[in-house]
């Protein structure tokens, strides 16, 4: 049994993939120049906003669970590499909180929410990764505080 105290969420994680979809809204399709054209405007979400927040359950006002700090298209996906806060990682390990769900306004990403049940099924889990192996790491800052003062 893995020790979920010694593994951490990927920083690379699964946004969106192209296909046909239902939501309570309606019903929507992504295409690969969707993908293309939210990876080229990126840039300038991040220049506009600082940066491009993570929260739980689309849930802005409890906090940041991490934040996308760059993308790449694979495959037909749509993938965001992430610096983990200390809330997010709680949600992943102790909540089950292991999709996220991309809030975008064509063509700019605005955010994402990590969720138990997204809109755009068949999306890559959140995986977790044991610490060990020597392997290299990279800490939000509020992390780091968090864990220099034994939180």
Same mark, same amino acid.
């Given at each position: ?47 506009? !906003? ?8 689309? &849930?802005? *006002?409890?906090?940041?669970? +991490?934040?996308?700090?760059? $993308? /790449? ?43 138990? !049940? ?8 959140? &995986?977790? *990764?044991?610490?060990?192996? +020597?392997?290299?790491?990279? $800490? /939000? ?11």
């Amino acid at each position: 049994m893995t020790d979920h105290r010694l593994s951490w969420p990927s920083r690379k994680v699964q946004l969106l993939r192209c296909g046909r979809f239902e939501h309570w809204q309606g019903r929507f399709s992504i295409e690969p120049k969707d993908l293309l054209g939210l990876w080229a405007m990126f840039p300038q979400s991040l220049a506009e !906003r600082g940066s491009v927040p993570i929260n739980i359950a689309h &849930r802005p *006002e409890n906090g940041t669970a +991490g934040k996308i700090t760059a $993308l /790449s298209i694979e495959d037909d996906a749509l993938w965001g590499k992430v610096d983990w806060e200390p809330l997010g990682i709680r949600a992943i390990r102790e909540r089950g909180y292991c999709y996220l769900s991309a809030e975008f306004r064509w063509p700019y990403l605005l955010g994402a929410a990590l969720t138990i !049940r997204p809109a755009i099924k068949h999306l890559a889990p959140v &995986r977790m *990764e044991h610490s060990g192996g +020597g392997r290299l790491m990279t $800490l /939000s800052e509020s992390l780091r505080a968090a864990m220099a003062e034994g939180q």
